[in-house]
């Protein structure tokens, strides 16, 4: 029976890491490295993770206080030299009341009985005859009624704008015109320069602001056909009037009555 000799292993001198390399090859060992790497970081995050899941414990610290008592003064030491007004003088205490014993009511002083009025001593022959006296005393004269009065009504303003008859295109009151300034004869002039005098014009107008008239109207006018009213309602709108004056106020939009008189050699207003 022949033998076969086995050769003792020969032992490699080459690193662990060189082996790894040469039997497996570069990514084995890329792989196991990652695979060492996580390893360890998962052993780290489990040695961490009791410290930060379990919550820190609060210690409150402990506060202790002591009372102690006040201090008590000093007694004020006797004074021989106190005056005397200041000693305190011992009041009488009042004795205290016997519960047993009710109290005393206060006495009840009744009113003293009225006395009987004084009769008279009067004669009997002077007594009158009650059937002699009359049952009815004689009626006076009557005495006059009173007359009651109210206040007196309130009368007409001094100052104010006198009524006049005639009234406005739609029945309105007219009143006598108040002349802020009168018309110049230039103003008239070339109005009236088509009419025939003599005559005059009476027309009715409505007072506005600033004291202008307008929505003038004729009222009538002589002698007929002689067109001085036609030309003093064209002439109307330079006029300043005043407005009625009514309990001392100016009343803007009633209506006033003016009157133009035109003569041969002069004309005048109202």
């Known amino acids: 029976m022949s033998s076969i000799a086995v050769p003792p292993p020969v032992e490699d001198s080459r690193p ?3 082996r ?11 792989i196991a490295l990652a695979l060492l790497i996580e390893l360890l970081l998962a052993l780290l995050l489990l040695t961490l993770a009791p410290k930060i899941l379990t919550p820190p414990e609060e210690t409150v610290p402990m506060a202790t206080f002591g009372v102690s008592p006040e201090p008590e003064s000093a007694p004020e030491p006797p004074s021989d030299a106190r005056p005397a007004d200041a000693v305190a003088q011992p009041t009488e205490r009042a ?4 519960a047993e014993t009710p109290p005393t009511p206060d006495p009840v002083v ?3 009985a009225p006395e009987p009025p004084a009769l008279l001593d009067i004669p009997l022959g002077r007594l009158p005859d009650i059937s002699a006296l009359p049952r009815r005393p004689a009626a006076g004269p009557a005495a006059p009624a009173r007359r009651v009065a109210g206040p007196p009504a309130p009368g007409p303003d001094p100052g104010d ?4 008859e005639g009234s406005g295109p739609n029945g309105e009151p007219l009143y006598a015109a ?4 009168e018309p110049y004869d230039s103003e008239l002039r070339g109005y009236l320069s088509t009419a025939r005098p003599p005559g005059w014009a009476l027309i009715a107008c409505r007072t506005v602001a600033d004291y202008r008239i307008d929505s003038c109207a004729l009222l009538d006018e002589y002698p007929d056909g002689a067109q001085i009213g036609r030309a003093v309602l064209a002439a109307a ?3 300043r009037v005043r407005p009625p004056r009514l309990r001392g106020q100016y ?4 209506w006033v009555r003016i009157r133009i008189d035109y003569e041969l050699d002069s004309t005048r207003v109202r």
């Not at 790894?20 to 890329?30: E, P």
């Not at 004795?95 to 016997?98: H, I, T, V």
């Not at 108040?178 to 300034?181: A, E, G």
């Open 16 to 18: 662990l890491l060189q």
């Open 20 to 30: 790894v390399r040469d039997r497996f090859g570069t990514r084995a060992v890329a």
């Open 95 to 98: 004795q205290p009341r016997d």
């Open 110 to 112: 009744a009113d003293p």
């Open 161 to 164: 704008s006198r009524r006049v």
């Open 178 to 181: 108040s002349w802020f300034r």
């Open 237 to 239: 709108w330079q006029f």
């Open 251 to 254: 009343q803007v939009g009633e």
